[in-house]
C-alpha cells in the first residue's frame, strides 16, 4: 500500500474535526468524540491530557495575589482606624470570655458602633452576621411565649370598639386581659385587679390564665412602684412579692419569657438571690439578647460580692452596644443600690463609671471612677483597672 500523504501541521486540527463529522454521519458516537478531543487539544492545547494541571497552575499566582490583598487590606485596617483606649483597657481582664481564633483574626480592637452614622469595623460586622444568621435566631423562635399579639394592640383594639370603658358596662367581660391591663396602665389598680381575679374565676383555659395572672402580677408591681423627683425608685415589696406570686402563677398556665425575666427582677428586690439568679438565667437561655435581664444579673452577683461575674455581666452588655436607655436604666438601678446600701457595695461605682463612660457621660464617670478608686476595700487589680479608665477618659475628653 502507498504511503498517504499527510496533510500540512496548520490543517492537522480541521483532519480531525472533518473525521469526528463522518463518523457522527455514520453513528459512531465514541469516535466522533474522540475525533473532535482531538481537534480541540489541537486548537487548545491546555484542553487535553495535563490542560487541567496547567490551569491549576496558572490560577495559583491569582489565588496568592488574592491573599496577599485581603492581609494588606487587613493591616491597613490596624494602621488607619488605631485600637480604642477603652476596648484595651477591657480587653484581657479577668471574668472576659475568650474569643474563638475566627473571633481574634477579626479583632481590631475598633470601638462598636453604638449610635447611627458610627462606623463599623471587621469585627462588628461579624458579630451583626452571627446575631441575624447564626442559633440566636433559633432561641427566639424556641422561646416560650413569643409571637403571641400584644397587650397594648389588643387594648387598643377594645378601644375602637367599645369606647374608654365599654368593657366595664357589660356583665360578660369578654376582654378580662385587656381591660386588666387598660386598668392598669390608667393607675387605677384596685379595679384592675378585680376584673383579672373575676377573669380568672371564670375561666380555666390554661393560656388565658396564664395572661390574667401575667396582668395581675403588673397590677400588683405597678402599684407598688413610686418614681422619685431624682429619677430612682421605691418599692412597695409586699406588693412586689404579690406579683411574683402571681407571676409564679402565670408561669404554671403558660410559660412565657417575659414572666422570666421579671421574676428574676423581683426576687431580687426581695433580697431571694438564688430564684433572682435562678429564673434570669433561664430568660437568657430562650434569648441571650435580653440586655435588661442580663443588667439584672450583674446586680444579683454584685450585692453578693461576686465581683468577677458581675463585671462579666456588665461587660457583656456593654459590648452589645444596646441603646442608651439600656444603659440609663443599668445606672439607675445601680444608683439605688447605693441610695439604699451606702458605702456597702463600691464595686457598683465602677460600673456606674463603665456605663457612663460607654454612654458619653465622662463627668459622671470620672465621679464615679474616681470614689471608687478612693474606696480603701477595693484591691490593687481593681484598683488599677479604674485608674486605666481614668487615663482614657482623658484621652477621650481631650480629643473631644
Not at 490542560?51 to 496577599?68: E, K
Not at 477603652?86 to 474563638?100: C, D, H, K, Y
Request: hydrophobic share 40%; charged share 30%.
Amino acid at each position: 500500500m502507498a504511503e498517504q500523504q499527510r496533510p500540512p501541521q496548520g490543517d492537522i486540527p480541521q483532519e480531525h474535526y472533518r473525521r469526528g463529522n463522518r463518523f457522527f454521519e455514520r453513528r459512531a458516537w465514541d469516535q466522533a468524540l474522540a475525533e473532535w478531543r482531538r481537534a480541540t487539544a489541537l486548537w487548545h492545547p491546555g484542553a487535553g491530557a495535563g490542560g487541567a494541571a496547567r490551569a491549576r497552575r496558572r490560577l495559583l499566582p491569582g489565588v496568592v495575589l488574592f491573599a496577599l490583598t485581603v492581609l494588606l487590606i487587613y493591616q491597613l485596617v490596624f494602621v488607619l482606624f488605631p485600637r480604642d483606649d477603652f476596648t484595651i483597657v477591657l480587653a484581657g481582664f479577668p471574668g472576659q470570655r475568650q474569643m474563638s481564633w475566627w473571633e481574634r483574626f477579626l479583632d481590631t480592637g475598633r470601638p462598636q458602633a453604638s449610635r447611627p452614622g458610627q462606623r463599623l469595623g471587621i469585627r462588628e460586622w461579624w458579630e451583626q452576621w452571627r446575631r441575624t444568621f447564626g442559633r440566636r435566631e433559633g432561641d427566639r423562635r424556641n422561646a416560650p411565649g413569643l409571637g403571641r399579639p400584644s397587650i397594648d394592640e389588643r387594648w387598643a383594639e377594645l378601644l375602637r370598639r367599645y369606647g374608654r370603658w365599654g368593657p366595664l358596662q357589660r356583665h360578660e367581660l369578654d376582654y378580662s386581659v385587656i381591660a386588666g391591663h387598660g386598668l392598669t396602665r390608667q393607675g387605677d389598680y384596685d379595679a384592675a385587679v378585680e376584673v383579672l381575679q373575676r377573669g380568672i374565676a371564670r375561666t380555666s383555659d390554661p393560656k388565658k390564665l396564664g395572661d390574667l395572672y401575667q396582668e395581675l402580677a403588673n397590677a400588683h408591681y405597678y402599684r407598688g412602684y413610686r418614681l422619685q423627683p431624682d429619677g430612682l425608685a421605691v418599692y412597695d415589696l409586699k406588693l412586689v412579692k404579690k406579683a411574683a406570686e402571681a407571676y409564679e402563677e402565670s408561669l404554671a398556665h403558660d410559660p412565657r419569657l417575659i414572666a422570666y425575666g421579671n421574676l428574676g427582677w423581683m426576687y431580687f428586690l426581695l433580697a431571694d438571690y438564688r430564684k433572682a439568679e435562678d429564673f434570669s438565667r433561664r430568660a437568657l437561655t430562650y434569648n441571650p439578647n435580653l440586655h435588661y435581664v442580663r443588667l439584672n444579673l450583674g446586680l444579683v452577683y454584685l450585692v453578693q460580692e461576686r465581683t468577677h461575674e458581675a463585671f462579666e455581666a456588665y461587660r457583656e452588655v456593654i459590648n452589645a452596644n444596646p441603646p442608651d436607655e439600656v444603659y440609663l436604666g443599668g445606672i439607675n438601678d445601680l444608683r439605688e443600690v447605693e441610695r439604699d446600701n451606702p458605702g456597702r457595695y463600691p464595686f457598683a461605682h465602677l460600673m456606674i463609671g463603665l456605663l457612663s463612660l460607654k454612654k458619653g457621660e465622662f463627668e459622671v464617670a470620672r465621679r464615679a471612677l474616681e470614689r471608687f478608686r478612693s474606696d480603701a476595700r477595693v484591691t490593687s487589680t481593681w484598683r488599677d483597672l479604674a485608674g486605666r479608665l481614668l487615663e482614657s477618659l482623658g484621652r477621650l475628653e481631650r480629643e473631644r
